[in-house]
């Protein structure tokens, strides 16, 4: 962070640069240099990309699965990980009873006996049980081949703090050598996803779906809590990450910004 905006000290450098006698060697090492910096960044951002994703499906195929299936068929009595899931096949079960009723009601289907219909009930609860018996065991094999993932992860970002910095450097010179309404565009997309006023139906979605790729019961208190401080905090940084270092950067990307935003 400098007294004067980014762009304009490294104008001024590169018309410094142009004046000295070996301007092109400098340029030429620059260009190597720069080569260099992207295949190593885009190396490193492959490999944090598919090895954890490689860890994980190895880990969920071979040895996560089989152990916790193995450990499931010992207990047969349990099927469900928590009451909502149970409460879901009940309510599945009541529809396809209520389905029958109606369509013999309609003549849709025959008149079924009394034995007939309590065997139809039982096929479906039969099959209720081990889907939700399948989806019991999706979810605790999800909770430790996420972990195992996590902590791939880690280990790689801590072992690979050099290429990390590399990388770290290279998104910086991407981000601040994009035009000025580029970045007041990204800002405003990311912005408007994260933080708008249609993103709380989004966030629902998405903390459902992974309360449900845990196996963790669904709690309204605790997606209203998230979105009403999340979301908040984000923006917050947003306008942070604006006022302390692009507006320093590239004042002409905030003065962009506010007027598409107007």
Same mark, same amino acid.
């Given at each position: 962070?400098?007294? !004067? ?42 490999? !944090? ?9 190895? =880990? ?5 699965? +089989?152990?916790?299936?193995?450990? /499931?068929?010992? $207990?047969? &009595?349990?099927?469900?990980?928590? +009451? ?21 009601? %309609? #003549?849709?289907? +025959?008149?079924? &006996? ?17 889907? @939700?018996?399948?989806? =019991? ?10 972990? !195992? ?19 770290? #450097?290279?998104? =910086?010179?991407?981000? @601040? &050598? ?8 990204? %800002? ?7 933080? $708008?006023?249609?993103?709380?139906? $989004? /966030? ?5 779906? %992974?309360? &449900?790729?845990? $196996? ?24 942070? /990450? ?7 950067? =590239? ?5 962009? @910004? ?5």
């Amino acid at each position: 962070m400098n007294f !004067l905006p980014r762009s304009i000290l490294r104008t001024l450098r590169k018309f410094q640069q142009t004046l000295e006698p070996n301007a092109e060697a400098k340029v030429v090492e620059e260009f190597r240099t720069s080569r260099r910096q992207t295949i190593d960044s885009t190396r490193f951002l492959l490999i !944090l990309i598919v090895v954890p994703l490689l860890v994980n499906q190895l =880990s969920r195929n071979f040895v996560i699965t +089989p152990l916790v299936k193995k450990f /499931w068929s010992q $207990g047969q &009595s349990v099927v469900f990980l928590n +009451p909502s899931q149970e409460e879901k096949a009940l309510a599945e079960l009541k529809r396809f009873e209520q389905v029958l009723d109606f369509e013999a009601r %309609i #003549s849709k289907t +025959p008149k079924l &006996s009394t034995e007939m219909r309590q065997s139809k009930l039982k096929e479906k609860a039969i099959a209720l049980k081990e889907e @939700y018996k399948t989806k =019991s065991v999706n979810a605790v094999t999800n909770i430790f081949a996420d972990i !195992l993932t996590a902590a791939t992860f880690i280990f790689l970002i801590v072992t690979g703090k050099q290429q990390l910095s590399i990388l770290k #450097s290279f998104a =910086s010179d991407i981000t @601040y &050598s994009l035009s000025d309404s580029a970045k007041a565009f990204l %800002i405003i997309i990311a912005t408007d996803i994260f933080v $708008g006023y249609h993103s709380p139906y $989004g /966030w629902e979605i998405i903390l459902e779906n %992974i309360l &449900s790729h845990f $196996g963790i019961p669904e709690n309204k208190n605790f997606i209203s809590l998230f979105i009403a401080t999340v979301p908040v905090t984000m923006d917050t940084i947003f306008k942070y /990450w604006i006022f302390r270092y692009l507006n320093r950067s =590239s004042p002409s990307a905030v003065a962009t @910004y506010r007027n598409m935003n107007e």
